[in-house]
């Protein structure tokens, strides 16, 4: 297929607080030709544990900006990607080319080019309702879970606070990213602001941005459904790993009821952390997140 896309230019990303990595890109995933995703990629290469950390809307890899040396410093590997349409991937141009299985493809199609083994799956948002449907495919390469506001879409309604959502985004072409995310997270500072802003120069780049939100699987006949149904299947009755959770308190949509239910439906799932400052983007409170992890995993 050949893909109509927008690349957004590099000096975009100069000096980033907080963000000193050195980009990767993929280029020839299968199926994606024309088009680069970009990951960060830190740590050692030959590291016995990879943290996958899996992002979701509308944010890009920079939200895992106080994660990522946390991991690094324990001595493990850090993979980052950029969902294509978001950060420093490429942006398809046409609403209509970003669908559940365009996503969830390029993910498994990620994990493969990477050949990943021993993973310390880390996801929030979208980065859990499509990550969280790889230990399915992948049980015996992904061996640990670092949960945080997300949810497993099989095809159930959502709620008011999600549709208002749903509602926002669609009715805003170029819709303010930045300003979004500093609504929850107030103590943003404005080149943090401009950081989440970066890959997006206006809102022909956002056409991933604007569809996210309406491919949550909410309905019975949504792509996406099947996929998450097997998922729970697994969570509850297959799945062996360790899982360790976290929970932002003041998420209106993906909060406290979402996650002690999904840490219901993960078997073993018994380590929890309440975040009571954080919303919905835990990762800007991540440092304290990532060393408890770290410690029961006894991966410190």
């Known amino acids: 297929m050949s893909w109509e896309f927008l690349r957004t230019p590099d000096e975009r990303f100069q000096s980033l607080p907080g963000w000193p990595y050195r980009p990767n890109y993929l280029r020839d995933l299968p199926g994606y030709e024309g088009m680069q995703m970009h990951y960060v990629d830190e740590g050692p290469r030959d590291a016995e544990v990879t943290f996958l950390c899996l992002h979701g809307e509308p944010s890009w890899s920079y939200l895992y900006r106080k994660m990522i040396p946390k991991f690094v410093e324990a001595g493990h590997r850090v993979l980052a990607p950029d969902w294509f349409g978001f950060g420093r991937s490429d942006k398809p141009t046409k609403d209509q ?112 941005v604007r569809r996210f939100p309406s491919l949550v699987p909410v309905a019975p006949e949504m792509d996406g459904v099947t996929l998450g149904q097997n998922a729970l299947d697994f969570y509850r009755n297959t799945w062996s790993g360790r899982s360790f959770m976290a929970i932002g308190m003041r998420d209106i949509v993906l909060g406290p009821p979402v996650m002690r239910g999904l840490q219901r439906i993960i078997r073993g799932c018994d380590e929890v952390i309440e975040v009571p400052e954080a919303g919905h983007f835990v990762q800007e409170y991540g440092a304290p997140i990532a060393d408890a992890a770290l410690k029961y995993f006894g991966l410190e």
Not at 144 to 164: C, D, Q, S, W, Y
Not at 170 to 199: C, K, M, N, S, W
């Open 97 to 208: 080319d970003y669908t559940f299985k365009f996503h969830y493809d390029s993910a498994l199609a990620f994990f493969e080019r990477m050949d990943l083994s021993n993973v310390c799956l880390v996801v929030q948002d979208w980065g859990g309702l499509l990550g969280l449907l790889l230990p399915v495919a992948y049980p015996e390469r992904i061996t640990r879970l670092l949960v945080m506001n997300t949810a497993i879409g099989t095809g159930r309604a959502a709620g008011p606070g999600f549709e208002k959502w749903k509602a926002l985004v669609a009715r805003h072409f170029d819709f303010d990213v930045g300003r979004t995310i500093q609504r929850d997270v107030p103590a943003l500072t404005p080149e943090e602001v401009a950081a989440y802003d970066a890959p997006f120069p206006d809102g022909h780049y956002k056409a991933g």
